[in-house]
């Protein structure tokens, strides 16, 4: 597992990427994968540390605070595999709400759990989500704005640092989640890791180059 480098007073900011290990049978989950190869790269700037998060409810989010208070993060992008969608999703809101349809990696299956208790029904990601499905279209890699994370181990985790970030300890630190494809060997449809990595590249770029969102139709009707 990479986490961060130990501290250097000159390091570059940093930006935290976190991905899930394999769950439900696969042998591989390619939100860590993409992560993987991020790790240590520079963009714009500012130097990505790679965070593998387990598909456990509670220990996510444990092992993120850690991450967070370890790098010490101007950015925070978790990503999260999304089988059955075929573009890389950029995720809008995160439910109170856990509702598992099958168990997580210690075979917990919470059903409608709030994550926090008196936590607020919901939050919007803080990345400008439409400038960053503008850069990721024009840039010929297939992306989409999601509605809905849903209610497993990655929305838990988007919640979660979500609720983190509101905290003064956090001010000004921004961050969401990114759904992503399969890779080619775990079914159709799929991406290849190399656009993957593409792709979350480019989004990094642009979260860290754009502090006010676009206005950008992307909405749905169902």
């Known amino acids: 597992m990479l986490t961060s480098f130990n501290s250097a007073a000159r390091r570059p900011p940093a930006v935290l990427v976190t991905g899930f290990d394999p769950f439900g049978g696969s042998a591989v989950n390619p939100s860590w994968d993409a992560v993987h190869a991020l790790h240590g790269r520079e963009i714009a700037g500012h130097r990505v540390t790679g965070g593998e998060i387990p598909t456990v409810f509670g220990a996510s989010l444990q092992r993120l605070e850690a991450l967070l208070e370890e790098v010490q993060p101007q950015l925070v992008i978790c990503t999260g595999q999304a089988g059955g969608r075929g573009s890389i999703s950029l995720e809008r809101v995160a439910i109170n709400v856990n509702d598992a349809r099958i168990p997580d990696n210690l075979g917990a299956r919470p059903i409608d759990v709030p994550i926090v208790a008196d936590g607020p029904a919901a939050y919007f990601t ?20 999601s509605q809905t994370a849903g209610t497993f181990v990655c929305n838990q985790t988007f919640y979660g640092l979500m609720h983190l970030l509101a905290r003064p300890r956090w001010q000004g630190v921004r961050g969401g989640l990114i759904h992503v494809p399969w890779l080619p060997q775990q079914g159709q449809p799929s991406m290849r890791l190399e656009d993957l990595v593409r792709g979350l590249e480019i989004a990094i770029a642009c979260a860290l180059s754009t502090r006010h969102d676009i206005r950008k139709e992307a909405g749905a009707l169902n």
């Open 126 to 145: 803080s990345l400008p989500i439409k400038a960053m499905l503008q850069a990721l279209l024009e840039a010929g890699v297939r992306a989409e704005v």
